[in-house]
């Protein structure tokens, strides 16, 4: 089912699915697999490039290396902007923590305040893919088998994908959309009651 709201259409696995991200068993799969980078926007494009030199002390050398000899995004095979790759696997601001898990270089700049922006949106609000239909735009869940765990936990926990993705859903569309949400969650909750 679609629900629309405003100029959104979203898909209901997004309050009918549930998920947790749970690193401890994925070690933040998402950033290494996959047949590209992370989808940019051209806005992204331009604040990653412009605030390069406090990103790079939180990305790897080899990452380095790249981003100066190419630059920190490619087209893609749908002629859109995403991160530019280390060995064709690994987006070039991943980074490892203590755990062995990968994190995000923008994001520690952001978290460390050396940058005024976060991660870029699509990584933000993974498991939800942004499309375009006309003049809507869509929001939908991407199911991936590297992100059972997450699946799993969010089943036991019972904690809807928008609701995990609450925080990043708040910055790419705003409150409004978040609350609205909330409202049909509710709904349907009362008709299945019925």
């Known amino acids: 089912m679609i629900i629309e709201i405003g100029d959104i259409l979203v898909s209901d696995e997004l309050l009918e699915k549930h998920f947790i991200c749970d690193l401890n068993a994925c070690k933040g799969a998402c950033c290494v697999e996959g047949d590209d980078g992370a989808p940019l926007t051209m806005e992204e494009v331009s604040l990653i490039e412009n605030h390069l030199d406090a990103i790079k002390p939180y990305m790897n050398k080899d990452a380095v290396e790249i981003v100066e000899q190419e630059g920190v995004f490619y087209m893609d095979r749908t002629n859109e902007p995403v991160t530019q790759l280390v060995n064709k696997k690994d987006c070039v601001f991943v980074t490892l923590d203590e755990k062995g898990i990968t994190k995000c270089g923008i994001e520690y700049a952001f978290k460390d305040g050396k940058i005024p922006f976060n991660k870029p949106i699509s990584c933000h609000l993974y498991p939800i893919r942004?499309?375009?239909?006309?003049?809507?735009?869509?929001?939908?869940?991407?199911?991936?088998?590297?992100?059972?765990?997450?699946?799993?936990?969010?089943?036991?926990?019972?904690?809807?994908?928008?609701?995990?993705l609450k925080e990043p859903i708040i910055r790419a569309f705003g409150k409004e959309l978040y609350h609205e949400l909330e409202k049909v969650e509710n709904q349907i909750k009362k008709i299945k009651k019925v």
Do not use: H, M
Request: proline share 6%; with cysteine; aromatic share 20%.
């Open 130 to 164: 942004v499309g375009y239909f006309k003049t809507f735009k869509s929001l939908n869940y991407d199911q991936w088998q590297i992100c059972n765990p997450a699946c799993k936990l969010g089943e036991e926990l019972r904690i809807p994908v928008y609701k995990f």
